[in-house]
Structures are given as C-alpha cells and as structure tokens.
C-alpha cells in the first residue's frame, strides 16, 4: 500500500466515492435483495460524519465512513474497489478507524454487516471484531479499541 495515501475526503471526490462504493457492493446485489443505496447521502456524509478515502493515482479505491455516537464509534461503511481486493486496503481503513476512534476516546469501534455475506463476517472476525447480535439479516459487530 506504499503508494496509496488515506486521507479525509471533500465534495469534489463524490463522484469517485459513489463510483468505488456502488463498484465494491455490486457482487452483493444478487444475494441481498433488501441493500439500500450505500453511496446515497454522500454529501451528507462529508458535512456531518468523517469520511475517509484511499487514492491510487487519482482515483478512489477503497472508503469508509465513520459515525459519532455517545458510547462509540460506528463503522457505517466500508468498500474497496473490487480491483483491489485482497491487497489489504480495508484493513488499513480499519486500522485508521482504530486509529481515529481511540484519539477521539472512543474505545469501542461498532458495525453492523449482513448474515448473508459470511465471508464479510469471517474477514471482520479475522480483523478481531466479534458479533454482538442479530436482528434479521443485519449481523452486528464490535470490538475494543
């Protein structure tokens, strides 16, 4: 990842953002009927909530948005250019939201992911987050940070 930067994203990368997200949850579309729009409310995102991208020469392959809440901090999204699977970019998001969650003195990290996407629940078990609970097809996370 020596030649990838993360940093905070601003309103001029949306369309890469929207582009990097719809491109990571594509595969999913199939299996989960119920998936909203996970790049909707971008702008949104950047004006209320910290939204981080990783740049490979200009264009967006991975991002996360992290949510401020009272107890901690929520991994709202994650997505990795399917290009770039396995060349470790989302554990460097995670690390970041480690990072960010214990400067804010946060010390719990929270996500919530879908049942019908075990291998997304194998990856984050694998990254030292452990399931807290269920409530239909969403499968929620969480771990110590």
Known sequence: ???????PAVHADIPGLKRCIDM?????????????????????DIDCHRVLLIEDRGQVVGAMILKET???LQLANIAVHPDQAGK?????L?????RIAQ????????????AAIPENIALYTHLGWAETG????KVFMGRQV
């Open 88 to 92: 470790g970019l989302g554990k460097a």
């Open 24 to 44: 990571a949850y594509a595969q999913y579309r199939v299996r989960l009927a119920d998936l909203p729009d996970v790049s909707d409310g971008l702008d949104h």
């Open 134 to 137: 269920r409530d239909g097809n």
């Open 94 to 98: 995670i690390g970041d939201a480690v």
């Open 70 to 72: 009272p107890a901690f």
């Open 103 to 114: 400067s804010l003195g946060y010390t719990r990290l929270n996500l919530t992911t879908h």
């Open 1 to 7: 990842m020596s030649d990838l930067s993360i940093r």
